[in-house]
């Protein structure tokens, strides 16, 4: 079992910064997978970012290439997100979820292929 917990979500302005935690429990950090998703209001929930477990391979949105970096340290047992230049757009709430995998591959874009989830942390950009 794993157990994920998100911090960092705040209310920032147009071109501001704000990098999220995921503080994980339950399991070495280094056995599992991360991915970053956020989902506003009416809409689906969307792949931000993931990494997979030695860190080695990063996926990341279009909307945010260039913009947001995800990064680990397993031996603090926390994923994170920096997350630059935001924009209104990208007021939402936003969750990391973990998978136990050895091949970290577009496949896990998907939200269904996660198995476990935190609670999420709000982010606000005011324009």
């Known amino acids: 079992q794993v157990q994920l917990v998100e911090s960092g979500g705040g209310l920032v302005q147009a071109g501001d910064s704000l990098r999220l935690s995921c503080a994980a429990s339950g399991r070495p950090t280094s056995s599992y997978a991360v991915g970053w998703f956020r989902q506003a209001p009416g809409k689906e929930r969307e792949f931000v970012a993931g990494?997979?477990?030695?860190?080695?391979?990063?996926y990341y949105a279009d909307s945010v290439k260039g913009r947001f970096t995800v990064s680990r340290d397993n031996a603090k047992n926390t994923v994170y997100l920096q997350m630059s230049s935001l924009k209104p757009d990208d007021t939402s709430v936003y969750c990391c979820?973990?998978?136990?995998?050895?091949?970290?591959?577009?496949?896990?874009?998907?939200?269904?292929?996660?198995?476990?989830w935190g609670q999420g942390t709000q982010v606000t950009v005011s324009s």
């Open positions: 990494i997979s477990a030695g860190g080695g391979t990063t």
């Open positions: 979820a973990a998978v136990i995998t050895d091949y970290y591959t577009t496949y896990y874009l998907r939200p269904d292929s996660y198995a476990y």
